[in-house]
């Protein structure tokens, strides 16, 4: 089903020889990990801290600092410090694995984390091995929910309704059928693409040029893609993939007099894809989930201004949600044994600072609309349009 399944397989080989590696370490140590694990409730957190994706996953980790600094001041989780050992993904496949690896080793209670969903993909079966309960904060491609696994669940819901979101909007409110549908081949923008041709087609609709344009995420010259685009007569473009390919994308395409409409999945959502844009960011649009608002958020962004001296990211919010909601769920099941959290993640409902947190059967964060943002002055506000769906 997606183009990235052998990347993700080989990412995956070095969990014999990592856990090997980590038995010794181990005994050499004297168990010291383990020994702190029963201290202690200790949270691995696995995001991209180096990269192109670097901004966000340091946005979210500091969210989960805040949160795991909170419930320690107020007694920590029945009487255990939270602790977060954290390991660079890199948005990377192989980087995602060997972390989830590490983390596994390093006796971890539980897992949250991840932004990209090609590092959760590879990541998903080493801890669902391992019996770990995983909340992905913002990883929601929705191939993370294919597999069965009864241990991991989404703050952020399933990314699955990015492409009916696209097309309803480029058909009722841009009035554009000729869509040409362009990804960065990883795991998140193959799955968001391939549902995109899908939606198009099933609405009447045309997928400009007749196929995806994939992309390697490391492209930095988009000539060709942009030539093929303006051959294929689209009148719009829609970009499944991460916001700092997309900036470059965008400023190429309105540099070579490309004015068709632009949508950006909720992957491309970012305000460093606006400084990265610039000019070209203005009057461009992208989906997302409904964003959460309240006095909660207020709160929440106002404790991390303070702590950070900067402004929270788009997915911070969720990281610090993931990180109470580990809490709650463990002091819900008055244990921090992995399959009591499990099962109690499973009956949550928890009020975060991003609303309600319910769970279907698959770990998909249910009760979460999407909604089209646009660029206007340099800042990301709802559009005054939304699509029917």
Request: glycine letters at 8%.
């Given at each position: ?13 070095g ?71 954290e ?30 969903s ?22 929601n ?101 991460y ?27 970012d305000?460093?894809f ?7 960011a ?76 319910t769970?279907a ?12 943002l ?16």
């Amino acid at each position: 089903m997606f183009r990235n399944l052998k990347a993700m397989s080989v990412a995956t080989t070095g969990l014999l020889v990592m856990s090997l590696a980590a038995l010794s370490i181990g005994v050499q140590s004297g168990g010291v990990a383990a020994a702190a694990a029963k201290s202690n409730f200790v949270i691995g957190v696995p995001l991209p801290m180096t990269g192109a994706e670097a901004a966000s996953g340091n946005e979210i980790f500091k969210a989960e600092e805040l949160a795991a600094s909170q419930i320690n001041a107020a007694g920590g989780v029945l009487g255990h410090k939270v602790v977060l050992i954290e390991e660079d993904s890199a948005c990377d496949a192989t980087t995602a694995a060997n972390a989830a690896n590490l983390l596994v080793t390093k006796h971890v209670n539980a897992i949250v984390g991840e932004y990209c969903s090609t590092d959760a993909l590879p990541e998903e079966p080493i801890f669902s091995r391992a019996g770990l309960p995983v909340i992905f904060a913002a990883a929601n491609s929705p191939a993370l929910l294919t597999f069965g696994y009864k241990d991991i669940f989404l703050a952020l819901n399933s990314a699955a309704e990015d492409s009916a979101t696209a097309v309803a909007f480029f058909k009722q409110d841009l009035k554009e059928t000729n869509i040409a549908i362009v990804d960065d081949q990883s795991a998140f923008g193959v799955a968001i693409a391939d549902s995109m041709q899908a939606d198009v087609a099933a609405d009447g609709m045309t997928v400009a040029g007749g196929s995806i344009q994939a992309v390697p995420n490391t492209l930095v010259d988009f000539s060709s893609v942009i030539a093929a685009i303006k051959s294929s007569g689209a009148t719009g473009v829609f970009w499944t993939g991460y916001y700092a390919q997309a900036a470059l994308f965008v400023k190429q395409l309105a540099a070579a007099g490309v004015t068709a409409p632009f949508v950006g999945d909720s992957a491309a959502f970012d305000p460093t894809f606006i400084t990265g844009a610039g000019a070209a960011a203005e009057g461009t649009y992208v989906t997302s989930a409904v964003a959460p608002s309240g006095a909660a958020l207020n709160k929440f962004t106002a404790q991390y201004r303070k702590k950070f001296h900067s402004a929270p990211g788009p997915y911070s919010a969720y990281g610090y949600d993931g990180i109470k909601l580990m809490a709650n769920a463990a002091a819900k099941a008055k244990s921090i044994k992995d399959p009591k959290i499990i099962a109690a993640l499973h009956k949550t409902n928890y009020v975060g600072v991003t609303g309600r947190f319910t769970f279907a059967p698959d770990g998909d964060r249910t009760g979460i609309p999407e909604e089209i943002l646009t660029v206007t002055s340099g800042a990301y506000v709802k559009n005054s349009v939304q699509p029917k769906l």
